[in-house]
């Protein structure tokens, strides 16, 4: 359960920023080509190109213009780079040292002088690393980094090096904690106002609550243990409740990374989404990241009150237009202020729970493998049949199915569509992503 360490990027526009961000958060594409329709959030990733796994953060550009000219986009960045472990600037090799390049250090030095910073001077691919960073030590940022985000030279090493040093911190910011202890974690996401604390408030009741711990920095989301039915539950409040109460009054700033932090984190995911503005752009993001993370996931309607006959309808109509790439998430209709649909959520969160966390054998997963192969066998590609041979459970939460096979690499999309519906009949993996690789025996 320990904490990924945040990475921002930062720089000029045009100098690889997004080119970089791509390739930090590529390996999350397998997770997520099999979700056509989805809409990835270009600004907020997870990844891991080396030996740590990280968030990572594209901040946009900023111009570095004397400040001022753009006070709205240079705040948004400025808060993003709060929420950072670690800032990356990135500079052009090609473009050299710009006078904007020496406005953004100079900010950085004055506002973040607390954080690491590193600098990473991009497009330096088939060039002498010593010559073209030479002149970024004016920056006075300390050694710079030579990359090429394109074409990746060095990227990982250098990502690695930075981690190195990063990765551990933010790890004991986190007290030990026996993950035995905490049962089912489920994160409570969604944007502001859906209804997250009082939802929470109905979920735990007060004298169910056994302990939460108070975080030092407001990033951090509370978790709040306690016990329902004999069941044990940690709930992971992205919303802070608790701290609400204890401090003061405080409508709190929407973090991404905090929900991506918080089902990072849990075993299940309760997106809630309030019914009656119908789905958003921002309800979709989160989702987006809810497939990303690979945990158990439920959606939750709720002020399902608020809404007559005809509006829920056109609720309904919405949601099987807009998540229709997450159908295997239940949805489910609840108003958190009167309490009604609440009960009904705790069986379906241990369900998911089972169903994401719950291990099938082998011999189980080749006999459903070779009925499916039976069924409908696999396509033929540059004039040869792709053949698979065995399969076997590479992990749970997701459950990951791991196919061995000749010619397995050109497996197309519907076809994995196809096992993995299979899989998920097969198996009750209801309400949890399934993962299925392959890896290439010939
Ligand atoms: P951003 O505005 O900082 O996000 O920059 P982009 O990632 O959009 O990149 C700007 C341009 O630089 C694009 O045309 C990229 O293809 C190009 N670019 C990015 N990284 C490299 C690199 O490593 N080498 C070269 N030669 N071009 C790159
Ligand atoms: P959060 O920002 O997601 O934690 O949202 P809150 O729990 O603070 O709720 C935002 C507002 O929505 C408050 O005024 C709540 O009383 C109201 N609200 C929450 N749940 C419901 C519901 O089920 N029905 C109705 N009608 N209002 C609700």
């Not at 919303?239 to 990072?264: H, L, N, T």
């Not at 789905?279 to 993001?285: A, S």
Request: glycine share 8%.
């Amino acid at each position: 359960m320990s904490r990924k360490p945040v990475v921002a990027l930062v720089g000029r526009p045009n100098v690889g920023k997004s080119t970089l961000f791509n390739r930090l958060t590529k390996s999350r594409d397998a997770i997520v080509a099999d979700y056509p329709g989805l809409t990835r959030d270009r600004q907020y990733g997870t990844g891991k190109v080396g030996k740590y796994p990280y968030i990572v953060v594209d901040t946009g550009g900023l111009s570095g213009e004397e400040a001022g000219v753009n006070p709205l986009m240079e705040q948004q960045v400025i808060a993003a780079l709060e929420e950072a472990d670690v800032i990356l600037f990135l500079v052009d090799g090609q473009a050299g040292l710009t006078p904007a390049d020496e406005q953004i250090a100079a900010m950085l030095r004055q506002k973040f002088a607390h954080k690491p910073i590193y600098v990473l001077v991009n497009k330096a691919e088939g060039r002498d690393p010593d010559v073209v960073k030479a002149e970024f030590y004016q920056l006075g940022l300390g050694e710079p980094l030579v990359i090429s985000a394109e074409h990746g030279d060095h990227v990982r090493e250098a990502i690695d090096y930075i981690l190195e040093i990063v990765a551990p911190k933010a790890d004991e910011d986190e007290a030990p904690e026996p993950d035995d202890d905490s049962g089912i974690r489920v994160a409570v996401v969604g944007r502001p106002n859906v209804g997250k604390s009082t939802l929470i408030n109905r979920m735990i009741g007060e004298e169910r609550v056994v302990a939460y711990d108070m975080p030092g920095t407001t990033r951090d989301s509370i978790r709040v243990p306690f016990e329902r039915d004999g069941v044990k539950y940690t709930l992971i409040d992205t919303a802070g409740v608790r701290r609400r109460k204890k401090v003061y009054d405080k409508i709190e700033k929407f973090s991404v990374i905090k929900a991506i932090e918080a089902m990072d984190q849990a075993h299940v995911v309760v997106l809630v989404i309030d019914g009656s503005e119908g789905i958003t752009d921002q309800d979709q993001t989160l989702l987006g990241h809810a497939l990303e993370s690979g945990r158990g996931l439920i959606i939750a309607i709720n002020k399902w009150d608020n809404l007559d006959p005809d509006q829920r309808r056109q609720v309904k109509a919405d949601l099987d237009l807009k998540l229709q790439f997450a159908d295997f998430a239940p949805r489910h209709f609840i108003s958190a202020l009167h309490g009604t649909g609440v009960g009904n959520l705790f069986d379906m969160i241990r369900q998911v729970y089972k169903a994401a966390t719950t291990r099938v054998s082998t011999s189980e997963l080749n006999r459903v493998l070779q009925q499916a192969l039976l069924e409908h066998q696999p396509p033929m590609v540059s004039g040869r049949r792709i053949k698979m041979r065995y399969a076997h459970l590479g992990g749970i939460n997701p459950p990951t199915v791991v196919i061995h096979g000749n010619m397995v690499d050109r497996v197309p999309q519907h076809y994995t569509r196809y096992l993995t519906n299979v899989f998920r009949k097969a198996f009750g993996w209801e309400g949890t992503p399934v993962k299925i690789e392959y890896r290439v025996t010939d």
